[in-house]
């Protein structure tokens, strides 16, 4: 926990205890004028007794929940509204998730294959097509949303989205026997899913402590696993419960998006606005109320937050004013940029947002199709996801190096899609669509692999690309990183059916060559960020080996009697 004095180096304590409730003023040094620095702070003994825990008794706090805030500094309160806002701002996560998983088993429907006429020589077509269009909208989205949610907020941008995809996805619901009419509002409800997965994972590092900025920021793929869980049941429901020819089969779980939409939309009423942006568009005032409203406190260390966010956008105004995009690939800039571009492009390529999509497909690939065995095989693997998902952000996300995970997931993955291309490559599905032993093996290990993807390459991406920009260039950053997420997720959603049909067992062996360039890539070139605040990531080195962060903090320039380097790096 930091201590007191930390704060002191940012602001006045004692003008702020004498008016904790009021906003501090930005303390302004020249920097050949060190009077008020404190060089000679060299107590660490007094800093070890004051970090020293001591566990709830029982006339304490009588829930993990308040040991946890207390172990991390902050209100057990503020500790509640940073995971509601998670949660909130993260049903974006939820409504990509659901979507990825019901169309899968939407298009292998009898009435909607009758519906929108169109027979088996179609299918492969249809199936490309509706999934991937949306993918394209998602892509436009990315660099439409950037100027609204630097004009409007992040809140207020993540609202309109939710409406549009309200609008996309009524379109979808109504039995138009239009396959265009279908096509557009897929595109339309692209463009609210695209533009919301820009903005829900910059809202979220912008507000969320930094103590549990990773588990909260995970909280986009616990969502989005839960809805591919909830699509993949529902999907299954309706084929059992309804005749083959009945249109609510396919209505019902495609109109259930418009429940998910609002519950967002409406969310965002809830919420306040990020103090990150409020600061950087000159509202100071509204900046204070908002983190004293996201941390439940007003006391020093928030304070001393709210000093340090002034102090990093101050800087980066100052430095370079009058954005211009090509900063984007000047200096660092660049290297962040293409670090985000690589880690979103990466995720897709470990091959699980396609299983994602065409789970009932790949199912018949592995064990043929008997009833409804796709679709339930399907379900399971999407219960598998929510379950280590789940086990990922309550004990791994914020304890465990970002670029350690990532290495070791991407390498466990390439090993269980190389060997189920091996055992389909020998042992192929039998005719008579009977469940074999090696049928088993492979559902067994696209199993392992989804749980693999889940500890690593599912939620991290979400967390380490909003963390990788300063404030200056955060909006463009994280639109050009979630870009290539949609791009290539457009690409493998368009080209994974004629995959399935045309490569069999060699799409999985594709899949783990990826997984092992994965690796490779995530051992060498990318940054640990864990543990580190925004405005400290914002000095990452540039250096070869990508695995440093050049020292900058104000106790270690202040004990060296330096000034701290202000340039934006």
């Given amino acids: 926990m930091a201590s007191a004095r930390s704060a002191d180096r940012y602001f ?3 003008s702020a205890a004498a008016s904790s409730s009021k906003q501090p003023l930005l303390h302004r040094h020249h920097p050949h004028n060190d009077s008020d620095t404190d060089h000679t702070d ?34 057990r309160l503020g500790m509640l509204r940073a995971y509601w806002l998670g949660i909130v701002v993260c049903i974006g996560g939820f409504l990509f998730g659901y979507d990825s998983g019901i169309i899968g088993g939407v298009l292998t429907m009898t009435s909607f294959e009758n519906d929108f006429r169109y027979g088996a020589k179609e299918k492969t077509t249809v199936s490309s097509l509706a999934v991937s269009l949306q993918q394209l909208g998602a892509f436009v989205a990315c660099f439409a949303i950037w100027p609204v949610t630097h004009r409007f907020g992040r809140k207020w941008a993540i609202a309109a989205c939710a409406f549009i995809f309200c609008v996309g996805a009524a379109i979808e ?66 084929a059992k419960d309804y005749t083959k020819n009945d249109s609510r089969m396919w209505q019902i779980p495609v109109g259930l ?56 956008v101050e800087m980066e105004a100052h430095a370079r ?47 043929g199709n008997k009833g409804n065995s796709d679709l339930l095989l399907t379900a399971i693997f999407g219960a598998i996801k929510v379950a280590a998902c789940s086990l990922f952000v309550l004990f791994v996300a914020d304890t465990v190096g970002r670029r350690k995970i990532l290495t070791c997931g991407a390498l466990f993955m390439a090993a269980c899609q190389i060997s189920t291309a091996a055992v389909l490559k020998s042992h192929p599905a039998p005719a008579n669509a009977q469940v074999t032993s090696s049928g088993i093996a ?19 991406p979400w967390p380490y690309v909003s963390e990788l ?101």
Avoid at 177 to 198: D, E, K, M, P, Q
Avoid at 260 to 267: I, K, R, S
Avoid at 443 to 453: N, S
């Fill in 12 to 14: 006045d304590t004692s």
């Fill in 42 to 75: 060299t107590d660490d003994d007094d800093d070890d007794e004051d970090d020293t825990l001591t566990p709830p008794g029982d006339n304490e706090l009588h829930n993990m929940a308040g040991f946890f805030a207390s172990t991390t500094g902050m209100t």
């Fill in 173 to 238: 619901t109504g039995n138009t026997h239009s396959r265009a009419a279908f096509y557009v509002g897929r595109v339309i409800a692209g463009l609210g899913l695209g533009g919301s997965s820009v903005v829900v994972p910059m809202f979220s590092s912008e507000m969320t402590p930094r103590q549990i900025r990773g588990q909260i920021g995970s909280f986009y793929q616990l969502m989005y696993t839960l809805g591919i869980f909830t699509s993949y049941w529902i999907d299954w429901g309706v």
């Fill in 257 to 312: 998006q418009l429940l998910w939409a609002g519950l967002l939309g409406l969310g965002m009423f809830t919420l306040k606005e990020s103090a990150r942006w409020l600061t950087a568009v000159g509202r100071h005032d509204e900046a204070w109320e908002s983190l004293k409203w996201i941390r439940a406190d007003d006391g020093p260390l928030v304070q001393a937050e709210m000093e340090e966010i002034r102090a990093g």
């Fill in 321 to 367: 004013e009058g954005f211009r995009i090509t900063e984007m690939i000047q200096g660092d800039n660049l290297r962040r940029t293409l670090t985000a571009s690589a880690v979103f492009t990466a995720q897709q390529a470990t091959g699980a947002t396609a299983f994602a999509y065409y789970g009932p497909q790949y199912f018949k690939l592995l064990v």
């Fill in 442 to 460: 492979t559902i067994a290990l696209i199993y392992l692999f989804v749980i693999a993807y889940n500890f690593s390459w599912g939620p991290l």
């Fill in 469 to 569: 920009f300063p404030t200056r260039i955060r909006e463009p950053g994280i639109a050009v990183g979630v870009a290539s997420q949609w791009l290539f997720n457009f690409v493998f959603s368009l080209t994974t059916p004629y995959m399935i049909t045309n490569m069999g067992w060699g799409t999985f062996l594709l899949w783990g060559v990826f997984d092992i360039c994965i690796a490779a890539f995530a051992w060498f070139v990318l940054t640990e960020t864990q543990g580190k605040s925004l405005e400290e990531i914002t000095n990452v080195s540039s250096t070869p080996s990508g695995k440093a962060f050049i020292e900058d903090d104000f106790e270690h320039e202040g004990r060296s009697g330096k000034t701290p380097d202000m340039q934006i790096k």
